[in-house]
């Protein structure tokens, strides 16, 4: 990730702390019009949507999705290691690091996987005339039980993965005009009951957060395109 999109990434996710924090006034405190003139469409607990007017989805024909940006939440690592016993369970640096890399490359993944179902809209390298550009980023991530490298021999139990909440965008792949602006908080692995967290229990709730999120895009996508 460049410095431009690191910058931006944290801008952004300062923004929406800000907004998550006070989920009972969210709806009533999301501003009506974006600073760069994007209508809300969509206030709730969890969510908000903005969308420019008057854009025709009709006009995209392909999809070109940018590799997704992975950022936690702020002092995930501090706050994580302050309530760890031992010195095998503390998460480090590298830790860190690879998780991050391992939520990309699944959001990657999953995001590929569902829009190549869609034979109007193919996926494409390069933006051109008729192309929808997808920018995703993870941000606020917030991991309940992470399996670290050091913790080989000790179990983790929690009823809920943790939290992350997607900040999406979509431009027009000639202009980079911005047509629509997502958030969307969530919390992953929300079970009623205690379970061990391994790294693949929390591979395989991660995928199913962001399965969610890419059909609902894809979904979304396909109404608007064809209304």
């Known amino acids: ?12 996710a300062i923004s929406v ?27 709730t607990r969890s969510t908000l949507a903005y969308k420019k ?24 690592k501090r706050d994580y290691n302050r309530d760890q016993v031992g010195l095998s369970t503390r998460v480090s640096d590298a830790d860190v690091i690879r998780i991050k890399e391992d939520v990309a490359k699944l959001f990657d993944e999953v995001f590929q996987a569902e829009f190549s179902q869609n034979a109007n809209s193919p996926l494409v390298q390069k933006p051109t005339v008729g192309t929808l550009v997808v920018k995703p980023a993870v941000i606020n991530l917030d991991v309940n039980a992470p399996d670290t490298v050091s913790a080989t021999n000790m179990k983790s139990y929690t009823s809920e993965t943790g939290e992350a909440t997607l ?11 911005i047509l629509v602006r997502v958030f ?3 919390t992953a692995g929300d079970d009623s009951y205690y379970q061990w967290a391994t790294r693949v229990s ?5 995928k199913r ?19």
């Open 184 to 186: 969307d908080s969530e």
């Open 17 to 43: 702390m800000l907004f998550m924090g006070c989920s009972s006034t969210y709806q009533s405190k999301a501003p009506q019009v974006s600073p760069d003139g994007m209508t809300l469409k969509k206030a």
């Open 1 to 12: 990730m460049n410095k431009i999109a690191a910058v931006k990434v944290s801008v952004i």
């Open 53 to 76: 007017e008057e854009v025709d989805f009709s006009q995209y024909t392909s999809i070109l999705i940018l590799p997704s940006q992975v950022a936690f939440k702020k002092n995930w």
């Open 202 to 206: 929390n591979r395989a709730d991660a």
């Open 209 to 227: 957060l962001i399965k969610k999120w890419a059909k609902a895009l894809h979904n979304k996508f396909e109404q608007v395109q064809n209304p």
């Open 167 to 177: 900040f999406l965008e979509l431009y027009d792949g000639v202009s980079g005009e």
